[in-house]
C-alpha cells in the first residue's frame, strides 16, 4: 500500500503561483512513477504532469507545459507541482496518484494509476 497525502492548494489571482506537494508513505518512493491529475468544475479528471520514480523524465499536458513543473525528492517521499502563471482555467481539485514504474507503463492515463491521495482544491480568481 502507499499513502499520498497532498497539500498547498489554495485560492489566488490569475497570473500567481502555487506550489503543490504530495508525501507518499509506505512502500519505496523511487519505484513509482508519480502522476498529477486535476478535475474541475463540471469537467472529467485530466492529466496535468507525471515523473519517473528516478525523476528523470518528465510529461505535461499541453495546457500547463511552460506553466507547471513536477518535480520530486526521494530521499523526502514528496512530488511538487510548482504551478506558474496560473489562469481561471487551471480551477480544479488537484490530486496526486503512483504506479509502479516500468517501462511500459502508461503515463498519461489515469486508470493506470494505483493510488491516489484526497486532492487539494485550486481556485485561481480572474
Known amino acids: 500500500q502507499v499513502q499520498l497525502v497532498e497539500s498547498g492548494g489554495g485560492l489566488v489571482q490569475a497570473g500567481g503561483s502555487l506550489r503543490l506537494a504530495c508525501a507518499a508513505s509506505?512502500?519505496?518512493?523511487?519505484?513509482?512513477?508519480m502522476g498529477w491529475f486535476r478535475q474541475g468544475p463540471g469537467k472529467e479528471r485530466e492529466f496535468v504532469a507525471a515523473?519517473?520514480?528516478?525523476?528523470?523524465?518528465?510529461y505535461y499536458a499541453d495546457s500547463v507545459k511552460g506553466r507547471f513543473a513536477i518535480s520530486r525528492d526521494n530521499a523526502k517521499n514528496t512530488v511538487y507541482l510548482q504551478m506558474d502563471n496560473l489562469k481561471p482555467e487551471d480551477t480544479a481539485a488537484y490530486s496526486c496518484a503512483a504506479q509502479r514504474d516500468f517501462l511500459t507503463s502508461v503515463v498519461r492515463g489515469a486508470t493506470s494509476y494505483e493510488y491516489w491521495g484526497q486532492g487539494t482544491r485550486v481556485t485561481v480568481s480572474s
Open positions: 515523473i519517473r520514480g528516478g525523476g528523470s523524465k518528465t
Open positions: 509506505g512502500r519505496t518512493f523511487s519505484d513509482y512513477l
